[in-house]
């Protein structure tokens, strides 16, 4: 892992969300922000590949920018590159990082929990191997998410304060594309940036 900030304490708990931050909206800071309630430190994580899509819009250094201003001055936030996207890659490339006695916990949405336990690892019950290296915290998004059968130890619901279900960085680009007001989905410090990278 490639480290652009890094929080000073070692975790006990390290929540990672992992993600495209295209750009970086205030759902992703919320997700963020309520895993502070459960994790000693918040790890951003931009992979250099996507298993599912490939860099378009804003380039790496773009998102690395475009990050640093969204968590401000946060000193439990840390901003990361990991090689691959996957969550067992990343999952890996934190335990080489942060050691064997942190514990993992991967947050994401109701929608990218469902994405993330559909995919094909290449194999019956990986994904299920996979969740004894991290635990899943799932924010409700358009409806709560269900833990596939038997996996209702390692897959806990995070509840999250703001309500973000409109919010989503596609929005934010479509807004921009039409010319109507976006400004109020990202961080306060991401709008600068985000129009100068979108508005090119």
Not at 24 to 34: E, F, N, S, V
Not at 103 to 121: I, K, M, N, P, S
Not at 138 to 151: F, L
Request: aromatic content about 8%.
């Amino acid at each position: 892992m490639e480290f652009f900030r890094r929080a000073a304490a070692r975790p006990g708990r390290l929540g990672v969300l992992a993600g495209t931050f295209n750009p970086p909206t205030r759902a992703h800071l919320a997700l963020a922000q309520a895993a502070l309630g459960c994790a000693d430190e918040v790890v951003f994580v931009l992979p250099r590949a996507f298993p599912h899509k490939a860099y378009g819009g804003a380039s790496f250094e773009d998102r690395v920018r475009m990050l640093a201003a969204a968590v401000g001055d946060e000193p439990r936030f840390s901003i990361a590159a990991s090689g691959a996207g996957l969550f067992i890659e990343i999952a890996r490339k934190c335990r080489e990082a942060y050691g064997a006695g942190t514990e993992l916990l991967f947050l994401c949405g109701r929608d990218a929990a469902e994405r993330v336990a559909g995919w094909d690892y290449g194999g019956e019950g990986a994904f299920r191997r996979q969740l004894d290296e991290y635990q899943l915290l799932v924010a409700p998004r358009h409806g709560e998410y269900r833990p596939p059968a038997g996996m209702e130890d390692r897959i806990h619901a995070l509840p999250v304060a703001d309500a973000c279900d409109a919010i989503s960085a596609t929005e934010v680009r479509e807004r921009i594309r039409r010319g109507e007001p976006w400004e109020h989905l990202v961080p306060e410090g991401v709008v600068g940036i985000a129009r100068e990278v979108y508005g090119r």
